[in-house]
């Protein structure tokens, strides 16, 4: 299979004070965390969407210098996270057969889940999602099917109407960190 990888990296983080995705999680910015998970899943390119003007997060995405990672500066980030969604699907490869999409303030997302993701994909389900402890977490993983109705969203809901709509299959994970996302500084791990 052919796929690739987006994350979030647009929003504003306004619950946090500003600067989260830079704040220091376990020695390192809390988006490297995100992103190095991206990396680790089977695809062809992870693209990082972040908004403009961010300069500091551009310079992060830009030092890892990985052959397979890109940035895409979503002109209407501050919409909501469907419409950064909206720009990172935008930009996909019709050819994939997937994408992956992790969510930038995610430190512990487990590197071994997206082949679980992707073997049920592989199976015939049109989107796929750890669960952990009864909830669904990320990364999400969406066929090319869905990806007409990623590169259509707006606002700040996210896929939640298209993973309503479309067949969802799930992936039970012992992983709480499919679940962990940092919304306020008290939040960050040392």
Do not use: N, W
């Not at 997937?98 to 992707?118: E, K, Q, S």
């Amino acid at each position: 299979m052919r796929l690739e990888a987006i994350v979030l990296a647009a929003g504003a983080g306004t619950r946090f004070g500003g600067g989260k995705l830079l704040a220091v999680c376990r020695g390192r910015p809390l988006l490297d965390h995100a992103l190095d998970a991206a990396l680790a899943a089977p695809v062809d390119r992870v693209s990082v969407v972040v908004r403009p003007g961010d300069t500091a997060v551009a310079d992060l995405v830009d030092a890892r210098a990985a052959p397979r990672l890109r940035m895409l500066v979503a002109p209407h980030a501050a919409e909501g996270l469907g419409a950064s969604l909206r720009h990172g699907a935008g930009a996909l490869d019709p050819a994939s057969d997937g994408v992956l999409v992790f969510l930038g303030d995610m430190p512990d997302v487990p590197h071994d889940l997206a082949a679980a993701l992707t073997a049920r994909l592989a199976a015939g389900a049109e989107i796929v999602a750890p669960v952990h402890a009864g909830r669904r977490g990320h990364p999400v993983l969406f066929a090319r099917v869905c990806f007409e109705g990623l590169a259509a969203l707006s606002g700040d809901r996210g896929a939640q109407g298209l993973m309503t709509a479309r067949t969802l299959a799930l992936v039970e994970t012992d992983a709480p960190g499919v679940l962990f996302d940092v919304d306020r500084r008290e939040d960050l791990p040392g």
